[in-house]
C-alpha cells in the first residue's frame, strides 16, 4: 500500500497545492472479531489513515505548505460507553486519536495542523438498519441531550470547513465530539430506558 501511496503523491501534479487531508477509515463487519477481521479492521481504520497521512505529510512539509489534517474517528474510542463486541473499532478509534495527537506534536513545526472528529452516530447506509432500532430510539429520546442523531451534512462537513481554514491556524491535536451530546450522560441506567 505505500508503494502506490508514494508513487501516486510524486506523480500528481497538484502536489504543491495539496494542503489539506481529511482522512477516515471504516469497515462494516461482523461482531465475532476473529483474527483475520481484526487484521482488516487495523489496515483500513489506522494504518491507511496514517500511511495516507505520512505521504500527504512528507509533501506538505517539503512544498513549505502550511496544511491541516483532519481524521475521522469515532467516540468509540473515547472510552466513553464501550460496547461488547466492539474491541476491534473501538481500539481502531482509539488509536487514531493518538497518532492525531502525535503526529501534531510532529508536524506543528512545519505549519501543518492535525486534528480529529470524533463522530457519534450519524444517518448513513451503513447505520440504517441500527437506527431502525426500537431501543435506539429510546435511548435517544431519554438521554440523548439534542435528542437527534445527526446528518453529516452540516453536522460533520461545517467543523471540517472550520478546520481547514485559516480562522483554526491556533487549533492542532485535538479531538472534536460531534455527537448530538450522546457522550455526555455516560453510559444508561437501563432501567430508566
Not at 487495523?42 to 505548505?65: P, S
Not at 447505520?127 to 435511548?139: D, E, F, I, Y
Request: hydrophobic share 40%; net charge positive.
Amino acid at each position: 500500500m505505500g508503494r502506490s501511496l508514494r508513487s501516486s503523491c510524486a506523480s500528481s501534479n497538484y502536489h504543491e497545492a495539496l494542503d489539506v487531508l481529511c482522512g477516515f477509515g471504516g469497515v462494516h463487519s461482523s461482531l465475532d472479531w476473529p483474527e483475520d477481521e481484526w487484521d482488516k479492521l487495523i489496515k483500513t481504520n489506522l494504518t491507511g489513515l496514517w500511511l495516507v497521512a505520512k505521504h500527504v505529510c512528507r509533501h506538505m512539509r517539503d512544498a513549505k505548505i502550511k496544511g491541516s489534517v483532519i481524521n475521522i474517528s469515532s467516540v468509540a474510542g473515547l472510552n466513553r460507553g464501550n460496547l461488547p463486541g466492539s474491541i476491534g473499532y473501538a481500539s481502531s478509534k482509539s488509536a487514531v486519536h493518538s497518532v492525531t495527537k502525535i503526529m501534531a506534536l510532529e508536524l506543528g513545526g512545519y505549519g501543518i495542523r492535525v486534528n480529529a472528529i470524533a463522530p457519534g452516530i450519524f444517518q448513513s447506509e451503513i447505520t440504517a438498519p441500527l437506527l431502525q432500532k426500537r431501543w435506539l430510539s429510546t435511548v435517544v429520546s431519554k438521554i440523548v441531550p439534542l435528542k437527534t442523531n445527526g446528518t453529516t451534512d452540516p453536522a460533520l462537513t461545517s467543523l471540517v470547513r472550520f478546520l481547514i481554514h485559516e480562522k483554526a491556524s491556533y487549533i492542532t491535536g485535538n479531538i472534536f465530539i460531534v455527537d448530538s451530546g450522546v457522550t455526555v450522560p455516560g453510559v444508561p441506567i437501563f432501567s430508566s430506558l
